[in-house]
């Protein structure tokens, strides 16, 4: 694909614990367009935090294993230990991250101005990339730089409504509320420039009256500045209102990516079928599959949805599925529930 900014590709990885080695992603696939909005959608502990983290390159270095594939953001490989300079110089610039709870995020014992700053003096887009490398506190912040940045601050921060921004920044983070520090998040995401915007899970914390303005502004912001977002989420109906596209996680899977209204009008995998089904009225969390999980430690060989399917058969527990791709439409299915996509099933299995 050729306006692909992101691409993840065959991405298998987990952690080693007491348990054994836990699976956590097996060939997980994903691209992001520039200025697209992307929901990654699934039930709880289906991997979504940890293919955000694998991007960000913030999973725990003691325990993770890379076991294969490739993550590959505007042709650097985010992967390759000999690549450390060019994943930095992505990392926190032209990838930036909002997170679920924006209270932790922020340090409690400094301001917000002070924490503004110091995003700035590193991340923001009149930094130029490279030179040489000082200690922390040698690294000069020049006064005309300081200051175009403090006007982009400024800007930004009524950009995103926030009232008083000089009082703001004299305040701590315990003084603004849960909407105001989620604001914030989406502010100093937005400062660097960056093209590409991960948001995992950005509302769950917020009062239910606040979330929709806050995915309504990350919206606006992105599509006025041509920003990428990967939004990770378990409520299918902020999904509808603000993606573009929308891939379907399973136990460590993508199972289905299809452009948002082919996504609720024609739900392709038999998973994204129930997760549908299971919505209570009016949108809301995904509870009530029935079934469990597979276990990270020993996935099924076969699809990882047999257990729970009403579709299943032999072909299912032998064997994965492979990607069987529409028109934009992907989904790993033997038994997809929409003749398109069975064509495309006949006529690929028939050339094997
Ligand atoms: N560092 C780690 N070591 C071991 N297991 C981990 C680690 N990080 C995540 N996991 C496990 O990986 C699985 C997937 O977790 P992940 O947070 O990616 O799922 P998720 O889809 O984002 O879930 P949620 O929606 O609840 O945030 C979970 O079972 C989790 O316990």
Known sequence: MTDALLTVDGLSLGFRGEGGFAHILSDANMTMRRGEIMGLVGESGCGKSTLAGAILGVLPRTSLQVRGGTINFDGIDMLSGANTRAQESVRGRRVTFIPQDPFTSLNPVFTIGQQITELMKWKSPRRAPGGVRLPALMTPYPRARRRADRDQVMEMLNLVQLPNPERLLKKYPHEVSGGQRQRLMIAMALLPEPDL????????????????????????????????????????????????????????????????????????????????????????????????????????????????CERMTEACKQRPPSDIAGPDHVVRCFHPLHATITDALATKEASL
């Not at 990967?230 to 452009?259: F, N």
């Open 197 to 308: 915007i991960i948001a995992d899970e950005p509302t769950t914390a917020l009062d239910v009256t606040i979330q929709a303005q806050i995915l309504g502004l990350l919206r606006s912001l992105a599509t006025d500045r041509g920003v990428a977002v990967m939004l990770t989420t378990h409520d299918l109906g902020s999904a509808y209102e603000i993606c573009d596209r929308i891939t379907v996680m399973y136990a460590g899977q993508d199972v289905e990516t299809a452009p948002v209204a082919e996504f609720f009008n024609r739900p392709t995998h038999p998973y994204t079928a129930k997760l549908l089904d299971s919505l209570p009225e009016g949108g809301g969390g995904m509870t009530g599959i029935p079934g469990e999980l597979p276990s990270f430690y020993a996935p099924p060989p076969g699809c990882r949805f047999q257990t729970r």
